[in-house]
């Protein structure tokens, strides 16, 4: 079946770190590839996505490239911020459907 | 453009209590959706509708019922509350994926409702 496999957490870093969050997903069809953000007391929200093979998604200086190679889909940034404290959860499209599945979810805590 | 609504924010039931959680969305999207959120399990898919008069279960839709009369409205309902039902409710909406292909759609998710159940 469809499944998304994600870094456990949490995961504590000091600001201007470097972050990576490893997701990896089934290769069942060609689905598209996304995370979603949560901030604390909030909704889930897009954060990037990408569609295909080799396609990079950024945002907010967020990177993941969809690795059809290894099945992944890390996600990363140079240098994180206090206000990028969240839990991120990587997801991905089901043929045929909108349906999403989503990994367990990584809490990230940026520490000053 | 309000987004996606829910409520409500909170709420606390007692075993065997029914209620409705409500979820409006304003941007005329076919698809919509409830996840529970639960600790060390992500979101897990309860029930999903793809448009007005068409339901489905998701991965988890014991003890739960919902309809969907509008293309605005997607209630969910719980019969009879139970303890394993206490967890954070989302809704969520978004355009229909082109037929046979996979959903790029971002989905777009209510701020959630905290239902605990004793």
């Known amino acids: 079946g469809n499944s998304v496999t994600q870094m456990e957490g949490p995961v504590t870093l000091s600001e201007e770190a470097f972050l990576t969050i490893n997701c990896t997903y089934t290769?069942?069809?060609?689905?598209?590839l996304f995370w979603y953000v949560q901030y604390p007391g909030e909704g889930l929200q897009l954060l990037l996505k990408?569609?295909?093979?080799?396609d990079k998604g950024s945002n907010k200086g967020f990177e993941a490239t969809y690795r059809k190679e290894t099945t992944s889909f890390h996600l990363e940034k140079g240098s994180v911020q206090v206000s990028d404290s969240a839990v991120y959860f990587c997801?991905?499209?089901?043929?045929?459907?909108?349906?999403?599945?989503f990994g367990t979810g990584t809490r990230l805590t940026i520490i000053p | 453009n309000a987004g996606v609504t829910q409520t409500p924010k909170f709420q606390v039931l007692k075993t065997g209590q029914s209620m409705t959680l409500q979820c409006a969305q304003d941007?005329?999207?076919?698809?919509m959706s409830w996840y529970r959120q639960d600790p060390g399990m992500g979101l897990r898919l309860i029930h999903y509708?793809?448009?007005?008069?068409?339901?489905d279960q998701g991965e988890v839709p014991n003890g739960y019922n919902v309809s969907r009369s509008t293309t605005e409205d997607f209630p969910l309902r719980l019969l009879s509350a139970a303890p394993s039902q206490t967890s954070v409710y989302f809704c969520?909406?978004?355009?229909?994926?082109?037929?046979?292909?996979?959903?790029?759609?971002?989905?777009?998710f209510g701020p959630g409702t905290r239902l605990t159940v004793t």
């Open positions: 509708s793809v448009g007005a008069g068409i339901t």
């Open positions: 997801a991905r499209s089901n043929f045929g459907n909108e349906k999403l599945t």
């Open positions: 290769a069942t069809g060609y689905p598209s």
């Open positions: 990408a569609t295909k093979a080799d």
């Open positions: 941007m005329n999207h076919e698809y």
């Open positions: 969520a909406s978004s355009y229909a994926a082109p037929l046979g292909l996979p959903s790029s759609y971002e989905q777009y």
